[in-house]
Nanobody
Framework: QVQLVESGGGLVQAGGSLRLSCAAS????????MGWFRQAPGKEREFVAALRLGGGSTTYADSVKGRFTISRDNAKNTVYLQMNSLKPEDTAVYYCAATESYRTYWQLARVYDYWGQGTLVTVSS
């Protein structure tokens, strides 16, 4: 059984930084895609960033490009989301997701097979 466990959320002032972690367990990941999504109150879940474990290619939503960085530590089976220059509009529950195998269309939630429980990020103005 694959498990994804997020951590690192919290309350931060605008302009501050947070680093989210997503620890994966239950199987080995080689060429999967790991993604981060977020859902603000009253809004639909939206894509934030994704990383292909085989090769390290990344992609970002335009709203976070230049501020957020997705990375991984293969030895720890962990993916990170470094969030800098945070804005109040970044407030949301952030979810980690993983595909069963390599997929395309990384920005689409439906291509992901596994999801974490989410971690809340609140950015105050």
């Amino acid at each position: 059984q694959v498990q994804l466990v997020e951590s690192g959320g919290g309350l931060v002032q605008a302009g501050g930084s947070l680093r989210l972690s997503c620890a994966a367990s239950g199987r080995s990941f080689s060429d999967n895609v790991m993604g981060w999504f977020r859902q603000a109150p009253g809004k639909e879940r939206e894509f934030v960033a994704a990383l292909r474990l085989g090769g390290g290619s990344t992609t970002y939503a335009d709203s976070v490009k230049g501020r957020f960085t997705i990375s991984r530590d293969n030895a720890k089976n962990t993916v990170y989301l470094q969030m800098n220059s945070l804005k109040p509009e970044d407030t949301a529950v952030y979810y980690c997701a993983a595909t069963e195998s390599y997929r395309t269309y990384w920005q689409l939630a439906r291509v992901y097979d596994y999801w974490g429980q989410g971690t809340l990020v609140t950015v105050s103005s």
